[in-house]
């Protein structure tokens, strides 16, 4: 069963989509959850409800809620992210039982990166219809989805999926490339059994013709690359 809150990344800010058909309360619990489980890490964020409930009061709360977490309300944005992806009112009618679909038009826009200032603890996700940067590490528990590339400039220990959408050219490159799972477009590894001796060096993941992910020396030099499939 889907999340009654998802939290989605834009270009423009944060879409905050609600399923309307359940019950308030557990829309509220879930949503104090999101933000708890990512303290301070959407602080300054600038975001808008995708649905919302249709009671003046419930909004309210749900509003509260995020502007507590230091969350910035501007409703415009989903205008913008409805003109982006020229799917308007077709968009919103879908998305309370299929957010997912929501992405996958933005995806058809022109890629964009979304830059992560900040490491990502446990708990945290990330889920972005383009390109990712994170400048710092991916930790355990922790979880990056991109319809493009990956990039850490750390260590990579979380769950990584790169090419959500399909995208068999996208590529995860990291300091250290040490995910508890990683996936390129429907292709998907765990760490593989020499993880634990971690490589000094950036590493890079990508698919071979065959579809089995291999990760090697992100310098060209270094010809050998080690299967994680």
């Known amino acids: 069963m889907s ?16 399923d309307q ?39 309210r709360v749900l509003e509260e809620i995020c502007l507590q977490y230091g969350l ?3 409703p415009e944005i989903k205008a913008k992210v409805d003109s982006t992806t020229a799917a308007g009112p077709a968009v919103e009618k879908q998305a309370a039982n299929q957010p997912e679909q929501m992405q996958q038009a933005a995806a058809k826009t022109k890629s964009d990166t979304l830059l992560v200032k900040r490491s990502l603890r446990s708990g945290q996700q990330i889920n972005y219809p383009g390109h990712v940067v994170v400048l710092g590490d991916i930790h355990a528990g922790a979880e990056v989805v991109a319809y493009g590339n990956v990039l850490v400039m750390g260590c990579c220990r979380g769950v990584v999926h790169a090419g959500a959408n399909g995208d068999r050219n996208a590529r ?26 971690q490589a000094n060096y950036p590493e890079i993941a990508y698919l071979s013709d065959d ?17 994680t499939t």
């Open 3 to 18: 999340d009654a809150v998802s939290i989605k990344g834009t270009r423009h800010g944060l879409l905050i989509l609600v």
């Open 21 to 59: 058909e359940r019950d308030f309360e557990e829309i509220k619990q879930n949503l104090y959850k999101k933000m708890e489980a990512a303290r301070g890490f959407f602080k300054g964020a600038k975001f808008a409800f995708y649905q919302e409930p249709v009671e003046n009061e419930q909004r």
């Open 72 to 74: 910035i309300h501007q």
């Open 172 to 197: 995860v490159v990291a300091h250290r490339l040490s995910p508890a799972q990683l996936r390129i477009g429907t292709s998907i590894a765990c760490a593989p059994p020499d993880a634990q001796t």
């Open 211 to 227: 579809g089995q992910i291999i990760v090697e020396s992100y310098n060209s030099s270094r010809p050998a690359g080690r299967h």
